[in-house]
């Protein structure tokens, strides 16, 4: 299994993922934390801010497409409430708790590594060099 990386154009993150049309491209359900769909933003009461969509979730061999946005540029959309926004910002947290050293990484941690940080994943990881 080839892991494949993509280095995100705005912070220059390196995350597992592809370039497809031109756009960094993911799996579903393993986006990085800050970017989230169009219903997602909608549901914490927000709205792109006029931004366009910056990368993409393709999943079931392509057939099924989301385009994903950024969620620092995204705005409050009018009446987002403030409970709102705490419940996305507390569900980023536990996306981004390693259950193995307990820190908190900046981005957001993938399930198929059992949500643990790069640091553990690699030191547990079984992989033979
Ligand atoms: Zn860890």
């Known amino acids: 299994m080839t892991a494949q990386v993509v280095t995100l154009p705005w912070n220059g993150q390196s995350w597992p993922g592809r370039m497809d049309d031109g756009v960094p491209t993911f799996g ?59 419940s996305l910002w507390k569900a980023n947290q536990v996306l981004r708790t390693c259950t193995e050293c307990g820190r908190t990484a900046s981005y957001r941690l993938p399930k198929f590594n059992g ?15």
Not at 73 to 83: I, L, M, R, V, W
Request: aromatic share 10%; hydrophobic share 30%.
């Open 115 to 129: 949500r643990r940080c790069w640091d553990c994943d690699r030191t547990s990881g079984g992989e033979a060099a």
């Open 28 to 86: 579903y359900r393993s986006a990085p934390a800050g970017l989230v769909t169009r219903r997602q933003l909608r549901d914490a009461g927000l709205c792109p801010g006029g931004q366009d969509w910056v990368a993409q979730l393709k999943w079931r061999r392509g057939k099924s497409w989301a385009a994903l946005y950024r969620l620092d540029t995204a705005k409050p959309s009018p009446g987002a409430t403030t409970a709102q926004l705490y």
